[in-house]
């Protein structure tokens, strides 16, 4: 499209990221704009009269007064399609790889315009058995690509906002050769209605403000396994939900959203590096292509792949343009709505949304609006719900019919691990499952330093048949742990003020088992072969182990005749090697076959129950 001089504005003036363009009438909010002689993406966030506010995503040091601004005429969009998976983006979707193999610089140049997805691979499409002279509409899988060994079958989609009829199906590219490059048309669908015709290729764009239209919303009905017991055994998500990570720093946030891209049931990753250390996103970076998962070839033989086959980045670290972080939560999601319209379950991580939060706070204030909360704009809340309304278990666009998920997990970063920081508080009263964390148990060195006093899950109804089917005494066991470590919570100031010896019995029993459900069962050794991740099977036969052994030791002090009482200290001492078979339980190998993993903890169930009978029948 040629340019012509309606077509541009000129700079009324500069302030940090925000740039005020005059001569902009026409425009539209949230257009796409190229500010300067250098060409800086920026978005326009107001309009007012004839002049325009510009939010700049990138330096505008060396702006003057006068330069031109160049209006897109279209929002600022992602590109979708094969590709995508295993590389890293900036805010706004430009590949830092390929940015620096064509610029040779660490840092990104400003102006740079490198094509979102590679056009130098080329990708093998397979049509579906659509025919020429049939209608298709938006979300309709027009054919596969064969991307990696994980996404085996990227699905090429008609884009949500096209409908016709099929004209003509390509089966070589530009070059005729049988392969495509993203840019390659693959169909050509005529709309009657509109008299045009749509040049179908293997990427098409998308605006990262509007959520990819679905056909339905459903409630979730399947867990996210994260492979922490704490959250697992006590907190779990479904696949669908909103989570939200709350932490000081150094209580492990990162290292929570790292789990869950390393081990959870998701087929697909997308981690959002939003305004945090450059450290953290080079640390993922370095571990994820090392890291690798088992799948099944077509040959039913297993194999290791890397993770990062599943992965993609979008990182904007603090030494990046302030701006560009509020984009970089959009593309996140709306790369991971576009795996979702394909029937896969996403799992989005947004670290951290304060730093997203930080970003409105800058250009709310730059604009001149009236500050709410620690000056915090007043439509925070309203903001942070958009995003998160885009998280859910969908029916997908278009046929074949399907279903695809995305789980949005944002950590948040308050200051000073103060919980009632307004960020905090708009996402709290948004999501549905909380995992505080709490900076005395990270000094403790227990992590996952998971509160399970202050945590809590909204899930658990829906979840609850789920996990009844696997063991049909969860839901007591789950229970019945929580009130254990909540009875303990409140004997805990009665100990420290007269003593252990003051508490009866079943009391020492309460704080004796608590202590086995704090130390063995949540505590968790990422650095371990035993416990690096925890399958649901071994959560579940672990929670099982230690509450039959409370309840055993409840029952053998309460059947006891008063005048011989048993005491825990008895039962301490006579059955030694049944409490270190349950201190043990988590030394089970995960790598192990489900059944075998039952078995190992029934085989400890029968044995402390045989143990419990011969002490009562000793006395």
């Known amino acids: ?9 000129f700079i009324f003036s500069v302030s940090g990221p925000l740039v005020v363009a005059d001569g902009m009438s026409g425009s539209a909010m949230y257009e796409l704009v190229r500010v300067g002689h250098s060409k800086l993406v920026g978005e326009i966030i107001k309009l007012e009269g004839d002049t325009a506010s510009i939010q700049v995503y990138e330096d505008t040091s060396g702006l003057t007064v006068g330069d031109p601004v ?42 740079v315009d490198t094509p979102c997805l590679t056009r130098d691979v080329r990708w093998t499409f397979h049509p579906t058995d659509i025919r020429e002279g049939q209608p298709v509409t938006g979300g309709d899988i027009i054919g596969i690509v064969y991307e990696n060994e994980i996404i085996n079958s990227h699905k090429i989609l008609v884009p949500p906002n096209v409908y016709g009829t099929v004209t003509k199906i390509n089966s070589c590219g530009t070059d005729g050769k049988e392969t495509f490059l993203v840019d390659d048309v693959v169909m050509e669908v005529y709309n009657e209605a509109q008299d045009k015709t749509h040049h179908l290729t293997l990427s098409h764009f998308w605006p990262v403000r509007r959520p990819r239209p679905i056909a339905e919303k459903l409630p979730g009905n399947t867990p996210l396994i994260t492979g922490l017991r704490v ?12 989570c939200a990570v709350p932490g000081a720093f150094g209580c492990g946030k990162t290292v929570i959203s790292q789990s869950l891209s390393k081990f959870s049931n998701s087929d697909v990753i997308v981690y959002v590096g939003c305004g945090e250390r450059g450290n953290e996103m080079a640390e993922v970076l370095c571990d994820f292509p090392e890291l690798t998962m088992t799948i099944k070839d077509e040959q039913g033989k297993e194999k290791e792949v890397g993770i990062m086959k599943r992965t993609t980045l979008v990182a904007n670290t603090s030494n990046m343009p302030v701006a560009a972080r509020e984009a970089s939560i959009y593309t996140g999601i709306t790369l991971a709505e576009y795996f979702r319209d394909q029937g896969m379950n996403v799992s989005m991580m947004g670290d951290s949304t304060s730093r997203w939060a930080e970003a409105l706070r800058e250009i709310s204030g730059r604009l001149g609006e009236m500050p709410a909360d620690s000056g915090y704009p007043a439509y925070l809340g309203a903001r942070l719900a958009a995003f998160y309304e885009r998280a859910g278990r969908v029916s997908c666009l278009g046929s074949p019919d399907r279903e695809g998920t995305v789980t949005v997990v944002g950590a948040v970063s308050p200051p000073g691990g103060d919980f009632s920081d307004p960020v905090t508080a708009a996402t709290l009263s948004i999501v549905q499952v909380f995992w505080g964390l709490d900076k005395k148990l990270a000094q403790r060195k227990h992590f996952p330093s998971l509160n399970w006093l202050i945590s809590y ?12 089917n696997m063991d049909p005494r969860y839901s007591y066991l789950r229970n019945q742990a929580r009130t254990i470590l909540q009875q303990e919570d409140n004997l805990s100031e009665i100990v420290q003020l007269v003593g252990k010896e003051s508490l009866s019995e079943d009391q020492k029993v309460v704080m004796e088992v608590a202590k086995l459900i704090r130390e063995d069962f949540l505590q968790q050794n990422a650095f371990t072969d035993y416990d690096f991740t925890c399958p649901l099977p071994k959560t579940v036969g672990m929670l099982s182990v230690i509450i039959n052994f409370y309840d055993l030791c409840q029952k053998a002090i309460a059947d006891s005749p008063s005048d011989a009482k048993l005491t825990y200290a008895h ?49």
Do not use: C
């Open 571 to 619: 039962i301490k001492t006579s059955l030694a090697p049944v409490i270190q078979k349950v201190i043990d339980s988590k030394f089970v190998d995960p790598k192990m076959a489900v059944a075998d993993i039952s078995r190992e903890y029934n085989n400890i169930n029968e044995e402390m129950k045989r143990e419990f009978v011969a002490l009562q029948d000793g006395m």
């Open 457 to 468: 899950t909204k899930y658990m109804q829906v979840l609850e048949p789920y996990f009844n």
């Open 1 to 9: 499209m040629s340019e012509v001089e309606s077509d541009y504005g």
């Open 70 to 111: 160049l209006r897109k005429k279209q929002p600022l969009s992602v590109e979708l399609g094969p590709g995508i998976m295993g590389t890293i983006f900036d805010g706004i979707q430009r590949p830092l790889e390929h940015i620096f193999q064509d610029s040779g610089d660490v840092y990104v140049p400003k102006g």
């Open 231 to 242: 959250i697992d055994g006590l907190f779990p998500s479904v696949l669908g939900g909103t």
